[in-house]
């Protein structure tokens, strides 16, 4: 369910773990993307644009939890915000109550009543169903053939045409011996002024506890206006999400959960009568991005985070031959090394060697980890002690020659040159300040 809109919310955010680092633009672009996707769903435009602002401030003002890459926070901040825009965690009472659906004419009220009846019946209570649709024969008779279904009694006579007098001799007659009384209402558009009257008069009749509304999934732009009259109209306290299977967009849903700050209830995803579930924002949105994505995203941008102790040492140009590594090893996560160091502001004049290529370091990385696994701990930390037999000793133990050790220290000792150039530098003004932000520690 909710295919596109899902997917689209994946590449924004697969995008940011991917991105070199975090800045103001690259946050700007993930709203972006963000807003696209959701406009493109759907979902009304005040809250797209008022849910990116929200996240754009979020990303850029607070801090990151201890422990948190940048990337980490956005994608985190993202997810809250998702979850916030879709409401609060409904309570479903299993207790005896009054439930009078309200929606659109063809927007599922029936069959949803049906999935709920059998969501309470499985609980252990005694429901009975109450049809008031009088306008529609059809509509008894479906109402009749769902009871027969789940074996409970129904109430939904074809030649009562008074709604309220069916609502009431109905709730007479099960109000004693059942616990969950569920009334059905017809249904037109919430704009209709009889409709509205008629509404809010079987409300009260009834003294219905709970108010849901039928919107389906699939209703688009329309869902916001009419769950906002609807609302106003009855005073809806819940909202039943029908039709999730079958819309890949969905944003009316998300809509229309947003503008009546009525808590969705249920979600119906199914023509059958157990399809349905209990809506639970984090499970919701967890889903529609993918928590198995999710996770790896998350993974993905903590992999491609250096430690802040190697990110200090780098940063002062005082780091071993392990720190070198690591930093190596980070920094190809995080993309071809040429593009970040590009994309640096101030970093042009500072020309990496052709090999330092995302593709012609992945042979050499493995080699590096032997050959430095074969050095003491001086030579680490002082690589410029490395004379010519202890180079033989090092490749003899590695499996390496000299050359390829030559190599490795000529690496090194250019990495240290840079991170000495930029830390003689000012850290923290002028165009690497942006850099050195990225390094936790010294933001
Ligand atoms: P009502 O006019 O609001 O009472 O709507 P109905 O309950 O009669 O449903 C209208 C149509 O939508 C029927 O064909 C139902 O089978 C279908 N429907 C209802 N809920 C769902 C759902 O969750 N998924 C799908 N695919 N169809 C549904
Ligand atoms: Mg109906």
């Known amino acids: 369910m909710l295919e596109k809109l899902g997917a689209g919310l994946r590449a924004a955010l697969e995008k940011i773990t991917k991105a070199g680092y975090v800045d103001k633009t690259t946050v700007e672009e993930l709203a972006r993307d963000i807003q696209r996707t959701l406009l493109a769903s759907d979902v009304d435009v005040k809250l797209v644009f008022s849910l990116t602002e929200t996240i754009k401030k979020r990303a850029l003002d607070e801090k990151p939890k201890p422990g948190m890459s940048a990337r980490e926070h956005v994608v985190r901040i993202v997810y809250e915000e998702l979850v916030r825009l879709v409401g609060r965690k409904p309570e479903i009472a299993l207790k005896p109550h009054r439930l009078l659906f309200v929606g659109l004419y063809g927007s599922g009220k029936t069959t949803s009543i049906g999935k709920v009846a059998r969501f309470y019946q499985k609980k252990g209570l005694k429901v009975a169903l109450i049809g008031c649709d009088v306008h529609r024969p059809a509509a008894m008779t479906q109402l009749e053939q769902i009871a027969g279904q789940l074996n409970v009694p129904v109430y939904a006579p074809k030649d009562v045409k008074d709604p309220y007098k ?110 349905l579930e209990t809506f639970d924002p984090e499970r919701f949105i ?13 993974e993905k941008a903590k992999e491609a985070e250096l430690k802040p102790e190697t990110a200090q040492a780098i940063m002062t140009g005082k780091f071993t031959m392990d720190e070198f590594y690591e930093q190596i090893k ?58 010519s037999s202890r180079m033989k000793r090092i490749a003899k133990g590695s499996g390496t020659n000299e050359n390829d050790i030559r190599e490795l ?22 165009p690497l300040a942006g850099l050195a932000k990225r390094f936790k520690g010294f933001g």
């Open 166 to 275: 069916v609502a009431s001799t109905g709730a007479e007659q099960f109000g004693k011996k059942y616990d969950v009384l569920i009334f059905d209402a017809s249904g037109r558009s919430a704009l209709d002024p009889d409709l509205a009257a008629e509404l809010k008069k079987l409300g009260e009749i009834i003294k219905a506890d709970d108010v849901l509304l039928t919107i389906p999934a699939d209703l688009g732009q329309a869902a916001g206006p009419q769950a906002r009259a609807f609302k106003e109209l009855v005073g809806i306290t819940g909202i039943f999400l029908s039709k999730m299977d079958a819309t890949a967009r969905g944003g009316g849903a998300i809509t229309a959960c947003a503008v009546t700050n009525a808590p969705v209830k249920f979600i119906g995803a199914g023509e059958k009568l157990d399809a």
């Open 409 to 430: 220290i000529k690496y090194y000792n250019q990495i240290k040159k840079m991170s000495k150039m930029i830390s003689g530098g000012a850290l923290k003004r002028g």
């Open 330 to 387: 980070a920094m190809q996560k995080m993309g071809p090394l040429k593009g970040i160091l590009e994309s640096m502001p101030g970093m042009g004049m500072m020309k990496m060697p052709k090999e330092f290529d995302a593709s012609a370091m992945e042979g050499k990385m493995k080699k590096w980890k032997h050959m430095i696994e074969s050095m003491t701990k001086a030579e680490k930390a002082d690589p410029d002690i490395i004379d």
């Open 286 to 298: 967890s889903r529609l991005i993918g928590f198995g994505d999710l996770q790896s995203l998350l």
